[in-house]
């Protein structure tokens, strides 16, 4: 499951941003549990952000990501020359001649940048996939990761993040895959980070604005 813009109307609670003082606790707890962490006011704040966190000329894989997008981290990855944009040059690839080629190339970037579907406030995240494809990356596969999180992915456990998933994200992103790909969605791989035992390897932005799901 790909993380996206709203398009159906789910459970209102899921989409109020969180306020100041519970995100600088989040960010606090983050840092606790490994991860590097930064708030931002904006979208053009968390862009500015990533870019002061991607040396020029890294190989960076950008998650599909509706967050990435909109903020136009996205475009700056796969556009501005800057970087070397894994996901253009696995489009050029043939698929039956360099299938591994191309696995190996998705499931161990130098940088991966995306997004989560929740964070606790005790400083886990939830990734949800449909595929599963870019969880690996995530988990251990690239040696840096960078997530940009919207304030309204603020949740108090795990338990509310995982009906967070089921009951806002998943209504959303199913309906805009039927619509852009024709074909359901589904949350069938979920991850969760609860620590982060390489320091520096995980940075989380985040924004005090809503963002994606």
Same mark, same amino acid.
């Given at each position: 499951?790909?993380? &996206?813009?709203? +398009?159906?109307?789910?459970?209102?609670?899921?989409?109020?941003? !969180?306020?100041n #003082?519970? +995100?600088?606790?989040? !960010? !606090?707890? $983050?840092?606790?549990? &490994?991860?590097?962490?930064?708030?931002?006011?904006?979208?053009?704040?968390?862009?500015?952000?990533?870019?002061?966190?991607?040396?020029?000329?890294?190989?960076v894989?950008?998650?599909?990501?509706?967050?990435?997008?909109?903020?136009?981290?996205?475009?700056?990855?796969?556009?501005?020359?800057?970087?070397?944009?894994?996901?253009?040059? %696995?489009?050029?690839?043939?698929?039956?001649?360099?299938?591994? #080629?191309?696995?190996? %190339?998705?499931?161990?970037?130098?940088?991966?940048?995306?997004?989560?579907?929740?964070?606790?406030?005790? =400083?886990?995240? $939830?990734?949800? /996939?449909?595929?599963? /494809?870019? $969880?690996?990356? %995530?988990?251990?596969? !690239?040696?840096?990761?960078?997530?940009?999180? =919207? =304030?309204?992915?603020?949740?108090? *456990? %795990?338990?509310? =993040?995982?009906?967070?998933?089921?009951?806002?994200?998943?209504?959303?992103e *199913?309906?805009?895959?039927?619509?852009?790909?024709?074909?359901? /969605?589904g949350?069938?791989?979920?991850?969760?980070?609860?620590?982060?035992?390489?320091?520096?390897?995980?940075?989380?932005?985040?924004?005090k604005?809503?963002?994606?799901?």
């Amino acid at each position: 499951m790909t993380e &996206g813009a709203g +398009i159906a109307q789910p459970p209102s609670e899921f989409s109020e941003v !969180a306020s100041n #003082d519970r +995100i600088i606790g989040v !960010a !606090a707890a $983050l840092e606790r549990n &490994g991860v590097t962490s930064f708030i931002v006011e904006s979208g053009a704040g968390a862009r500015s952000q990533v870019r002061s966190l991607l040396p020029e000329g890294v190989e960076v894989f950008n998650n599909t990501s509706r967050t990435l997008e909109a903020i136009g981290v996205a475009d700056d990855i796969e556009r501005s020359g800057r970087y070397q944009p894994l996901r253009l040059r %696995l489009y050029r690839m043939d698929r039956e001649m360099e299938q591994r #080629d191309m696995r190996t %190339l998705a499931a161990s970037p130098e940088y991966v940048v995306g997004s989560v579907h929740a964070v606790t406030e005790d =400083g886990s995240l $939830l990734i949800a /996939s449909a595929t599963g /494809s870019q $969880l690996g990356p %995530l988990a251990s596969g !690239a040696e840096h990761v960078i997530l940009v999180i =919207g =304030g309204q992915k603020i949740v108090p *456990d %795990l338990e509310t =993040g995982f009906r967070r998933i089921r009951e806002y994200c998943f209504p959303l992103e *199913d309906e805009r895959a039927r619509r852009a790909y024709g074909v359901p /969605s589904g949350v069938n791989n979920i991850l969760v980070i609860n620590r982060v035992v390489a320091p520096g390897r995980l940075t989380a932005i985040l924004v005090k604005e809503r963002l994606g799901f």
